[in-house]
């Protein structure tokens, strides 16, 4: 009896196991891998520029500033860099 028991037990837990086997045709996947480089040309660029004069008057030392400002305004201009885009935030 106790054989019986064992058996129809071990018999149960046997047609509840689940396969083990996948069949891969009932699924449509599709895998794509790729690899790239792209090159641009940078469109932005940001710089800061210190101009300092030191002389003993602060006209001398304005109009100093002033003009390497206009000399480093012409040099950006003649890169092709808009006037625009030139910004001078304090002389």
């Given at each position: ?44 660029a940001t ?15 304005r109009k ?28």
């Amino acid at each position: 009896m106790k054989q019986c028991i064992g058996i129809l037990s071990l018999l149960m837990v046997a047609s509840c196991t689940k396969r083990s086997t996948v069949d891969h045709s009932a699924y449509k996947t599709m895998m794509i891998k790729s690899m790239g480089e792209i090159e641009t040309l940078p469109d932005l660029a940001t710089f800061q520029v210190y101009l300092r004069c030191v002389n003993k008057s602060i006209t001398a030392s304005r109009k100093c500033l002033i003009d390497k400002s206009n000399e480093l305004t012409t040099k950006l201009l003649s890169l092709g860099i808009e006037e625009d885009d030139i910004l001078t935030t304090a002389v």
